[in-house]
């Protein structure tokens, strides 16, 4: 199976590089995936600034036998978000501040990064929707540690924090192991 996220720019090549031994995530076709491009998204430093977010590849039917299905996925890199502009490690910081302070505008505000103020609501609605998938996940690595507050979301802020204890952002490492989107 393609690995949908990688760390570095040598594990992004090697992901590259092995494409053609790769069945499709679509039609399981080996042999038809190719580099198709990138996919591109604002900076979350500087709104003006585009940087690269994923590599797209392209399920190949364009051959003479077309043995391919023709469908594109992106393999990400682990630090970016899908349809979010914040990167991993602000958001992050944006779910302790939220857990810590319960103010998602506070939470936001810390972080100074150029992003609405309504913005952090939808982003903790997201968080909301997202809880039953995360938990899910999360309870196939470790245990729910016990915490005393009652709110779910920082339940799972603190499973995160102990399913990945060594690691500087737990929500880089959940895509990594996991291979699955955060949010």
């Known amino acids: 199976m393609v690995r949908r996220f990688y760390a570095s720019e040598d ?11 790769q069945p499709c995530p679509q039609c399981k076709v080996v042999g038809a995936l190719i580099r198709y491009g990138y996919l591109r998204g604002y900076d979350e430093d500087d709104e003006r600034q585009r940087s690269t977010r994923a590599r797209r590849v392209f399920c190949n039917n364009r051959k003479a036998n077309k043995n391919g299905c023709g469908k594109t996925f992106s393999i990400w890199a682990v630090d970016k978000i899908r349809r979010l502009s914040l990167g991993t490690q602000n958001l992050w910081k944006f779910l302790k501040g939220v857990s810590d302070d319960g103010n998602k505008l506070q939470a936001l505000r810390q972080l100074k990064c150029s992003i609405s103020d309504s913005a952090p609501y939808r982003i903790w609605k997201r968080f909301e929707r997202a809880q039953s998938s995360l938990r899910t996940a999360l309870g196939a690595l470790c245990q729910a ?39």
């Open 145 to 183: 540690p016990v915490i005393k507050s009652d709110r779910p979301e920082d339940q799972v802020v603190a499973h995160l924090e102990a399913a990945f204890p060594d690691h500087a952002c737990p929500i880089s490492a959940f895509q990594q192991t996991l291979q699955v989107f955060f949010l």
């Open 11 to 21: 594990e992004l090549q090697s992901i590259l590089a092995g494409l053609k031994q």
